[in-house]
């Protein structure tokens, strides 16, 4: 076998010699570029499109090789009202310090008196006042990309199709999107001109979409130049039937997607000038970390440049290190640690609350814990593996392998009501009135919420009462109010970090075993407690006294492996994913599955009312409507961490 390196070698300097020629032409490593990319395909109460999902992923692989940091980390599809609201704040909110900043829609679009509309996986609109509270003016996301500051705004809408809403009483909607006015340093681009329709295409992507992704990457087109280019290269391709539109505000300086042609004299990105000092220090840096080749060298290149094409370089020849140490000591699994295995991280225990700088989070470790403001979750770094998902039981089968490929952050407990209440507080945001209450018959009940879900609770309880849509708020509140990316769950990462293993096989029902008997150390669920509270026999109970007859304080049980409290009882949690009815098909990367009935939420963990076998790693259940509201349903939260 050849030396570690060897091979690696000859292909690192390919990418470097690449490096030299194209360094000044890309401004990733100085420019920050960030994106949102929304498509929108499975509408439920019209028909749907065949191609703005395939649209977006196309525009988000073609906008991240161009070194555009991604809202979210890759497309975002299908989004219903609430997650195209969220995904908006949250890109708001990433758009601090940003250079460019560029907007992405793909789907339905419609104008109302003079107005455009971008219109979510739900939206059922019946009369003209409908639409303000079920789809997402177009202005909305000019505001927030204008109040950020960025040098230069970009804001592509591939959604002048017909109206699905025709017949509805929306009198002054008519055909495709309506002109709009650019505010100071924004281009917009339209798919056709103002009131006509575009073509969704029929060969899995839109004319005007292949066309984009195929001219920004070609260098030497300036923003304009590219636009122009997209325009002559759709209406040729569709005989003249649609024409690209584009409305322009005056715009400082240049902008090269992919760079100038004659990148070491040329200018780059907005403003222009000449190359900087840094693009050349950057060269030089590259060039001794070749020559030197150890993991340290290049691990202080990716701190140094943590985006752009050095740290591809350093990425590349890190992982050619991870897979060499792998193979001498024959491990299993071997997670690895975020940005490459960054040095030791002082203590986090006399950290104050405040958000993980670049070198904190790069040095954090599996186990460590954090906590980024001071009413937001405590988190666990939980490591990358892979795990065996679901059981031989109806919609939990097939069981199938799943690999976890990175580093990932979990709150050590479910979101508390305080937590909550600090969020309320701050945003005024309306949690409603109604809950579906405990009861011999649940239904839901006015004047019952999270504040009064049907039975006492205290601050460090988890909120319940909750709907799947009212966990998205929370969590766009808190990406925003940290700048960093929380989420929930996928169905996944939920089984995966509930089990806390990282080799497949076969395992026991929950996580510390199959005895049931030993339920009540571990978590909440249907016991002799909740008997005895009730006064009569539930069916299947644990044959054990946990404690409490409904919800506990969070974190009164033992933690799991990975460090986590409740990962089983006291109350289900929403997941990012749709319901499917067996896993056919599901992801086996541990990202959320968005197919299916996405009217329905899964609900993974049980609860303080539920039997053992509902207990189980494995057991799902799923929300009616991500609307409901639910006496023993709440969540907890997930954060992306950088790294490779």
């Known amino acids: 076998m050849a030396p570690d390196g060897v091979l690696m ?97 793909a789907g339905h679009g419609i104008q109302l008196r003079g107005a455009n509309y971008l219109v979510p996986v739900d939206a059922n609109p019946t009369k003209e006042a409908d639409v303000d509270f079920q789809m997402l003016d177009s202005n909305t996301v000019l505001r927030q990309m204008e109040s950020a500051g960025s040098r230069l705004n970009l804001a592509i809408l591939d959604a002048c199709r017909n109206n699905p809403f025709g017949g509805r009483g929306l009198r002054a909607t008519d055909s495709g999107l309506a002109q709009m006015r650019a505010p100071e340093g924004t281009l917009i681009s339209f798919a056709t001109q103002p009131g006509a329709v575009a073509q969704d295409g029929t060969n899995g992507n839109s004319p005007f979409t292949r066309a984009l992704a195929q001219t920004i990457r070609r260098p030497g087109l300036d923003v304009f130049r590219t636009f122009n280019e997209v325009g002559l290269a759709v209406t040729k391709a569709t005989g003249g039937a649609q024409q690209p539109w584009v409305s322009s505000s005056p715009i400082t300086g240049e902008f090269y997607f992919a760079g100038p042609l004659d990148a070491p004299g040329g200018k780059n990105g907005p403003g222009g000038g000449a190359p ?31 985006t752009g094409l050095a740290a591809a370089a350093a990425r590349a020849r890190l992982e050619e290190f991870n897979k060499s140490e792998v193979a001498l000591v024959a491990s299993p699994v071997q997670p690895a640690l975020p940005c490459g295995g960054a040095g030791a991280l002082a203590s986090l225990s006399s950290r104050a609350a405040r958000p993980l700088s670049a070198t904190e989070e790069c040095a954090l470790k599996p186990k460590d814990v954090f906590k980024e403001c001071d009413k937001c979750p405590e988190m ?23 690999t976890i490929g990175r580093p990932f952050a979990v709150g050590r407990l479910h979101v ?53 849509n009212d966990a998205k708020a929370y969590l766009a509140w808190l990406a925003k109010k940290t700048q960093r990316s929380y989420r929930l769950l996928t169905e996944a990462e ?151």
């Open 9 to 105: 070698r000859p292909v690192l300097s390919l990418l470097l010699s690449v490096l030299g020629m194209v360094a000044a032409a890309l401004p990733a490593a100085a420019e920050k570029r960030v994106a949102l990319v929304v498509g929108n395909s499975a509408y439920r109460n019209v028909a749907p499109l065949d191609n703005p999902k395939n649209d977006a992923a196309l525009m988000a692989e073609t906008l991240r090789g161009l070194g555009f940091a991604l809202v979210g980390g890759s497309a975002q599809l299908d989004l219903d009202k609430a997650g195209l609201d969220a995904a908006v704040q949250v890109f708001g909110a990433q758009l601090q310090g940003a250079d460019v900043a560029l907007f992405y829609y």
């Open 276 to 306: 900087s000092d840094a693009d050349a220090g950057m060269r030089a840096d590259l060039a001794l970390a070749q020559k030197i080749d150890k993991r340290e060298v290049w691990q202080a290149i990716l701190d140094k440049y943590p």
């Open 380 to 402: 666990v770094v939980v490591p990358a593996g892979s795990f065996t998902m679901g059981a031989a039981r109806a919609d939990e089968s097939p069981e199938h392998n799943v």
């Open 416 to 468: 508390t009501v305080d937590q909550y209440a600090a969020f309320v507080a701050e945003t005024r945001y309306d949690a409603g009135s109604t809950c579906e209450t405990y009861a011999e018959n649940p239904r839901a009940k006015f004047g019952h919420s999270w504040r009064n879900p049907g039975f006492a609770q205290q601050g460090s309880h988890p909120v319940v009462c909750v709907s799947w």
């Open 494 to 644: 939920f089984e995966y970090a509930a089990r806390a293993r990282t080799s497949p096989g076969r395992y026991p029902s929950f996580w510390f075993g199959d005895d049931e008997n030993d339920l009540c150390r571990y978590g909440n669920g249907a016991d002799q407690t909740e008997e005895r509270v009730r006064g009569k026999t539930v069916f299947a109970a644990a044959a054990c006294n946990d404690g409490y007859a409904y919800t506990a304080p969070a974190g009164s049980f033992e933690a799991n492996g990975f460090g986590l409290s409740d990962m089983l009882g006291n109350a289900w949690e929403h997941t990012e994913d749709c319901y499917n009815e067996s896993y056919r098909g599901a992801p086996a990367d541990g990202s959320p599955w968005t197919e299916g009935d996405c009217g329905q939420r899964v609900d993974r963990g049980g609860s303080w009312l539920v039997i053992p076998s509902s207990l189980r790693a494995a057991k799902r259940d799923r929300v009616s409507t991500p609307d409901d509201r639910v006496f023993d349903t709440g969540f907890r939260v997930a954060r992306t961490l950088v790294g490779p």
